[in-house]
């Protein structure tokens, strides 16, 4: 039974969100954007630093109070995938920076990527996104301890 517990305590301590492992800049995920904005009618929009909320020492932005209860009460909901790194690259097995506005919503889930001279991973998830999705929940639990 002890061991049972033991294992349990390790895959929810590796599950956890940490600062050492997420897409920040300045401690800051999503590059200041509202991670509740993505599921609303207008989409990604920045936030302030008066309306913040940290998690796991990852800090989070939002563009009202209201926007910062609704994630306060349910983060689970609006944390992006992959702790805020490229979708596509995960996929591939390894970590890339976002573009914050390049983003999709699938099952309630929020995938961010990778858009600038080297092209738009979005485009690139969306020709298969199955197998993408498929591809990095598998390679996430190995890619999220790399080194960017």
Do not use: H
Not at 17 to 38: C, F, M, R
């Amino acid at each position: 039974m002890r061991s049972f517990i033991l294992t349990c305590l390790v895959l929810i301590s590796a599950s956890a969100w940490s600062s050492e492992t997420a897409n920040l800049k300045k401690g800051v995920i999503l590059k200041g954007y509202d991670p509740v904005s993505y599921f609303t009618q207008s989409g990604p929009s920045k936030g302030k630093k008066n309306f913040s909320a940290t998690i796991g020492g990852v800090t989070y932005l939002f563009t009202s109070e209201a926007n910062r209860s609704e994630f306060v009460a349910s983060p689970e909901k609006y944390i992006p995938e992959y702790e805020g790194w490229c979708a596509s690259a995960v996929a591939g097995g390894y970590k890339y920076d976002i573009d914050p506005k390049n983003y999709k919503i699938t099952n309630g889930r929020l995938f961010v990527f990778y858009k600038g001279i080297l092209g738009d991973a979005r485009k690139d998830w969306l020709k298969d996104e199955p197998r993408q999705l498929r591809l990095a929940d598998e390679n996430w639990p190995t890619v999220k301890f790399l080194k960017k």
